[in-house]
Antibody
Framework: EVQLVESGGGLVQPGGSLRLSCAAS????????MHWVRQLTGKGLEWVSS???????YYPDSVKGRFTISRENAKNSLYLQMNSLRAGDTAVYYC?????????????WGRGTLVTVSS | DIQMTQSPSSLSASVGDRVTITCRAS??????LNWYQQKPGKAPKLLIY???SLQSGVPSRFSGSGSGTDFTLTISSLQPEDFATYYC????????FGQGTKLEIK
């Protein structure tokens, strides 16, 4: 089955760190750009980071310098290392696959993992 | 950064109604516009990509149009399973989402 399964979420204190994982199955993981997208509770969607097939990472300013995306193609896995966490980082974090051709779009999403930053 | 603005933020409609949701980009994004449906507690689901291309498996009552800065998502005849929140998303320059449109039952 083609799927993405996130793990690693939980409760962390402000200033703390957390590492999220995303396990991919059913497709050639190494051939796809992969992303993290988050959703603050009751709010909209925000792109958090991406990593290309060659390993190039990209981040929005809101997380640049605090979050690090990485991938391990041999394990069909995507990671997000989150440091210096803030209350505003509290959200459900989704792993998403990007289909790239003439146009780019997220065609496969995981179920998400909840990160709560609170003292 | 490119900002995406959806309207309305919420919408009440009945089964069988025709519904249109609009999305405006802060600058031209050509046709790099995608639409997603999200139901409570679930991940977003791709409906439309490249402004007007229907994702495989999505019912034909969903359609998209537009280019440049103005886009629309239309549901031709609402079904009970269509009540959800809809998001537009641009992929012309990095990736940003609209704030969402919540479609509720009247």
């Amino acid at each position: 089955e083609v799927q993405l399964v996130e793990s690693g979420g939980g409760l962390v204190q402000p200033g703390g760190s957390l590492r999220l994982s995303c396990a991919a199955s059913g497709f050639t993981f190494s051939s796809y750009d992969m992303h993290w997208v988050r959703q603050l509770t009751g709010k909209g969607l925000e792109w958090v980071s991406s990593i290309g097939t060659s390993g190039n990472p990209y981040y929005p300013d809101s997380v640049k310098g605090r979050f690090t995306i990485s991938r391990e193609n041999a394990k069909n896995s995507l990671y997000l290392q989150m440091n210096s966490l803030r209350a505003g980082d509290t959200a459900v974090y989704y792993c998403a696959r990007m289909k790239r051709g003439a146009y780019w779009y997220f065609d496969l999403w995981g179920r998400g993992t909840l990160v709560t930053v609170s003292s | 950064d490119i900002q995406m603005t959806q309207s309305p933020s919420s919408l009440s409609a009945s089964v069988g109604d025709r519904v249109t949701i609009t999305c405006r980009a802060s600058q031209s994004i050509r046709s790099y516009l995608n639409w997603y449906q999200q139901k409570p507690g679930k991940a977003p689901k791709l409906l439309i990509y490249a402004s007007s291309s229907l994702q495989s498996g999505v019912p034909s009552r969903f359609s998209g149009s537009g280019s440049g800065t103005d886009f629309t998502l239309t549901i031709s005849s609402l079904q009970p399973e269509d009540f959800a929140t809809y998001y537009c998303q641009q992929s012309y320059s990095m990736y940003t989402f609209g704030q969402g449109t919540k479609l509720e039952i009247k």
